[in-house]
């Protein structure tokens, strides 16, 4: 691409943002790689993997394999229906901003208000579960003093959120370069090492993906439900509206932005399943691996060390130490765009600071810092990862849903009239109904309390304690609703209804807003 078609395409695509209201501020960076690039890197099925790997299998067995293809067909339909609506609105939000032009503003600013504390738990979580990899290739290099212990995964949470902050304030350019490498560390990795491992290391066989090691499974009902088994799968297949919500970075975003959505769902269902098959096939005895680490189950990187020498195990937990970096890397540029979205429309508590944008850094430098503050809170009470991701996949799975009763909302009014360059066409309520169904389906399974997937403080083994008694009788995901909620509702009761927010435009020719 010449320099002068690159120049008259970023003029054209800050026109196209100036038709919105909006003025480009941010550096239009990305392209249709670096998009996709980033939301890979939110959805990272090495982070996810790692994250609650053992969940699954002692819940299942081998068998928890089967979640991952009914999740990413779920997802796939979700995304399908994103796609659409950001090559319509490509600006950055996600969430917030289609249900801005598509709904009511309550219900847009409560949408937005949900988002926003999700991405910020995710971010939480995320860097919680980069000590699960480090910490073990550490100790292959010599670092032995490191234990895998709550206080050594908190230091090390906590100095990733201030490393990943400082490089989302030098830039979003940064961050893709990062990215885009480890992108392709982990796709190489992932697929590389999973073959190694069916090829030489196959101590279970193919038909480990139907051995439940003895457990009594059930779908719905029981500690060793398929609803349950789910949770690793729903965990790891989100984010791929990240593309969507770095719009204004990225170079012809109408069309870049809707076409990383899907690559990004593709290209993680491929190259998590290969690399969760060989995982699976490489555990040397199933027992063991269930009933290891005082009953929580083994991780990937016990299956690692039991199969490989220590310097070799070592360089791969690096691979997927990094790979878990730039996960978290996008996570935060995700949230951050978010959270400056919302605050450039003056819908959030110190809006003008937040707004800002540093002329020289071309980033919302106090969003980013906001973002790293909240996100360090849950660090109080540390309770591990796994429990910080329940919670936060929880409330990104609210957030879709409630982003998809406002597409569909809008198309039965009549939207979208004006065709954009992704179009579902008259397949679009057919996607948007089936994806509320599955939306809807899994939001209960999120909710139902089990110690598994929604425990209370109670039943977390000691990890968590609000040191109120009937505190810790409520399931943690209902916990952090409620109190997302009631701030949210007495902030926008006290301030944010009664603010001055900026107008919704669309631009001219295009559908006019569907407010209610």
């Known amino acids: 691409m010449s320099a002068t078609t690159e120049h008259s395409g970023a003029d054209r695509d800050s026109a196209d943002l100036a038709r919105f209201g909006y003025r480009q501020e941010l550096k239009r960076s990305l392209g249709t790689f670096s998009s996709f690039a980033v939301a890979f890197s939110y959805i990272s099925p090495s982070t996810g993997i790692f994250t609650l790997f053992a969940l699954g299998l002692t819940t299942l067995g081998g068998v928890f394999i089967w979640t991952w293809p009914v999740v990413a067909a779920g997802q ?10 950001s090559s319509h609105y490509p600006i950055a939000g996600s969430v917030f901003q289609w249900t801005k032009y598509l709904a009511g503003r309550t ?7 949900i988002y926003l504390f999700a991405g910020i738990l995710t971010v939480t979580a995320v860097v919680a579960t980069l000590p699960l990899a480090l910490i073990p290739a550490l100790n292959g290099l010599g670092w ?3 234990g895998l212990t709550l206080h050594t995964e908190l230091v090390f949470a906590l100095i990733t959120l201030v490393v990943i902050t400082v490089l989302n304030i030098y830039g ?7 990215n885009n490498t480890g992108v392709l560390f982990e796709i190489l ?3 590389v090492f999973a073959l190694i491992l069916m090829a030489f290391h196959n101590h279970q066989g193919f038909g480990v993906v139907t051995n439940s090691a003895g457990l009594h499974v059930s779908f719905l009902t029981g500690p060793n439900s398929f609803v349950a088994g789910m949770f690793m799968s729903l965990f790891v297949i989100y984010g791929f509206d990240t593309a969507s919500t770095l719009a204004e970075e990225t170079r012809d975003p109408r069309r870049a932005a809707p076409k990383a959505v899907l690559y990004s769902v593709i290209g993680a ?8 098959l060989g995982t699976l096939v490489a555990i040397p005895n199933m027992h063991a691996a269930i009933t290891g680490n005082g009953g929580f189950g083994w991780s990937p990187a016990n299956i690692i060390e039991a199969n490989f020498p220590t310097a070799f195990a070592t360089i791969y937990l690096l691979v997927v130490s990094a790979a878990i970096f730039v996960c978290c890397l996008s996570i935060m540029a995700s949230t951050i765009r978010l959270c400056f979205g919302m605050a450039r429309d003056n819908q959030l508590p110190f809006s003008r600071p937040l707004a800002r944008v ?3 850094l071309h980033t919302p430098v106090w969003a980013c810092v906001a973002v790293a503050v909240v996100a360090a809170v849950p660090f109080i009470q540390y309770s591990g990862a796994g429990i910080i991701a329940i919670a936060a996949t929880g409330m990104i799975y609210l957030s879709y849903f409630l982003g998809n009763i406002a597409i569909l909302r809008a198309r039965l009014r009549g939207w979208p009239k004006t ?3 992704f179009r579902l066409g008259a397949w679009g309520p057919v996607v948007n109904v089936v994806g509320l169904l599955y939306g809807g389906a899994m939001l209960v399974n999120f909710a139902w309390p089990r110690a598994a997937s929604n425990p209370t403080a109670d039943q977390s083994g000691g990890l968590l304690d609000f040191h109120v008694g009937f505190l810790n009788k409520i399931p943690i995901l209902w916990m952090v609703f409620a109190v997302i909620v009631l701030i949210g509702v007495l902030y926008y009761a006290a301030v944010g209804s009664r603010k001055q927010v900026a107008p919704v435009v669309t631009p001219a020719g295009d559908d006019a807003p569907l407010q209610a």
């Not at 979003?172 to 990062?178: K, S």
């Not at 269902?269 to 969760?276: D, P, R």
């Open 172 to 178: 979003v350019r940064l961050v893709a370069i990062i």
């Open 144 to 146: 032995h003093s490191l």
């Open 269 to 276: 269902f491929v190259i998590g399943g290969v690399f969760l």
């Open 419 to 421: 065709p954009a360059p």
């Open 358 to 360: 540093a002329p020289s």
């Open 189 to 191: 990795g992932m697929f």
């Open 107 to 113: 219900y847009a600013w409560f949408s937005g208000w």
């Open 76 to 85: 796939f339909i979700i995304a399908l229906n994103f796609a659409e609506v």
